[in-house]
């Protein structure tokens, strides 16, 4: 790998970071989803913690909550405790987990409805909630004509 290749898988890989931090994840998270998204085959916990400069508890953290969310899936190894493991690559898991992220908002987006203090602050949180419920079908349009 080329120096700039290495150099741009870094920022791609932090930029991932950074993505799934604003969706609550660690950063360490997200870097280690944009590091498996971009490798041709899975990784071991070593090989995460090494080519991310993580300690081993946040890689096993990250590892959980990738899982967790669809984003990865672990295989394991014939003989041995430890899992590799690999993005789960797709669009589909994506928009699913940002799927359920909007429908947590949108419960709460309506659990204030009733303390709206007027008619003007009413409609201004209806129409964020309506925002947020037309991403949501449309979301749920997506995945079921890939499907």
Same mark, same amino acid.
Do not use: C
């Given at each position: 790998?080329? #120096? ?31 590091? $498996? ?8 916990? #070593?090989?995460?913690?090494?080519? $991310? ?83 949501? #079908? ?6 079921? #004509?890939?499907?």
């Amino acid at each position: 790998m080329t #120096d700039k290749h290495a150099e741009e898988r870094d920022q791609f890989v932090n930029a991932m970071g950074d993505i799934l931090a604003s969706w609550n994840l660690s950063r360490s998270t997200g870097r280690t989803y944009g590091y $498996l998204l971009v490798r041709a085959t899975p990784a071991s916990s #070593d090989e995460l913690r090494v080519g $991310l400069g993580l300690s081993a508890g946040a890689v096993s953290t990250a590892m959980r909550e990738l899982v967790s969310w669809g984003l990865a899936r672990t295989i394991p190894q014939a003989g041995s405790r430890r899992l590799l493991i690999e993005a789960a690559g797709g669009f589909e898991q994506l928009l699913a987990a940002s799927q359920e992220r909007s429908r947590a908002f949108i419960r709460t987006l309506r659990s204030g409805r009733s303390l709206t203090e007027d008619a003007r602050a009413a409609s201004r949180l209806d129409a964020v909630t309506d925002l947020f419920e037309a991403y949501v #079908d449309a979301g749920e349009r997506m995945l079921r #004509d890939r499907g």
